[in-house]
Every structure is written in C-alpha cells, then in structure tokens.
C-alpha cells in the first residue's frame, strides 16, 4: 500500500477519528465512500485523512452533525462567501454562551448546598435536603 491508500486502522490513528466512527460518517454521508483495495477493504488518501481530522475538531467544538456537514460542502466549494461559516459558527457560539449560563448557575447551586452542609450526619445534611425538595418541587416526584 501506498502513502495514498492507507487501511481504516492507520487512518484512525492518524486523524484521531475511531475505525467505528469513520464507518459511521461514511454511513452518514459525511464522509464519501473510498475506494476499495482488490480485499474490498478501504483506502484513505491524504484527502479523506484532512477531511476526518476536520469533522474530529468540529465535533471536538460542539459542531452538530448537520452543521458540520453544511460547513464540509462550504469548504468543498472555497469560492463563496463565508458568511453561511460565519452564521453556523455564531449558532455555535451562542449555544455555548447559553451553556455557560445554565453552568455558572448549576455551580452556584451546588456551592450554596455545599456552604449550607453542617458537615454533621446525613439527617441533617443540607445537600441530601436540597436535592430532596428539588425533585419534590420539578413534580418528579408524586
């Protein structure tokens, strides 16, 4: 085999991407099928190999599938504006500001149960009590 046609396992190690996945976003379509060795086994080139690292730093980003596959046919066609980029990057980057939001919240819930815990026995814990009336209070409970 050649550098241009290196089976699913060297591929994987290389761009990060597992053997597993690489089959999936073939399955997906993110992925164009490649082309097959006389054993029908697949050959990556240094192309598909750039193309796994991408969809790897993408996902790496919180990119969605489909947003990963609509920045895949922007970059497969480097002429146009990069003003549909630019447009799935801010949705990317306002769901990540949505959940620094529910985050920063979550850790000043837990640093108040945390500063309320007596440190005592667990019948007096103030951590097991919030979490008690937390469920009681989201009807989690009936």
Same mark, same amino acid.
């Given at each position: 085999?050649?550098?241009? =046609?290196? %089976?699913? #396992? &060297? ?14 976003? $073939? ?6 099928? %490649? %082309?097959?060795?006389? #054993?029908?086994?697949?050959? @990556? =080139?240094? !192309? ?5 690292? @991408?969809?790897?730093?993408?996902? /790496?980003? #919180?990119? $969605?599938?489909? !947003? ?18 630019? *447009? ?5 980057? !306002? &769901? ?12 000043? $819930?837990?640093?108040?149960?945390? =500063? $309320?815990?007596?440190? #005592? *026995?667990?019948? &007096?814990?103030?951590?097991? /009590?919030?979490?008690? =009336? ?7 409970? *009936?």
């Amino acid at each position: 085999m050649s550098q241009d =046609d290196l %089976p699913i #396992g &060297e591929a994987a190690r290389l761009s990060g991407v597992k053997a597993p996945t690489i089959r999936y976003y $073939e399955d997906i379509g993110l992925l164009p099928p %490649p %082309p097959r060795t006389l #054993g029908n086994r697949r050959a @990556f =080139d240094a !192309a598909r190999l750039r193309r796994l690292s @991408f969809i790897r730093h993408a996902r /790496e980003l #919180g990119f $969605e599938i489909d !947003a990963i596959r609509a920045l895949l046919k922007l970059q497969d066609h480097p002429d146009q504006s990069c003003a549909s980029a630019d *447009t799935i990057a801010r949705a990317r980057l !306002a &769901e990540v500001d949505r959940r620094i939001v529910s985050l920063s919240a979550l850790k000043l $819930e837990l640093q108040h149960m945390i =500063d $309320e815990c007596s440190r #005592g *026995t667990v019948a &007096e814990c103030r951590i097991i /009590e919030t979490l008690a =009336d937390s469920a009681h209070v989201h009807g989690r409970l *009936t």
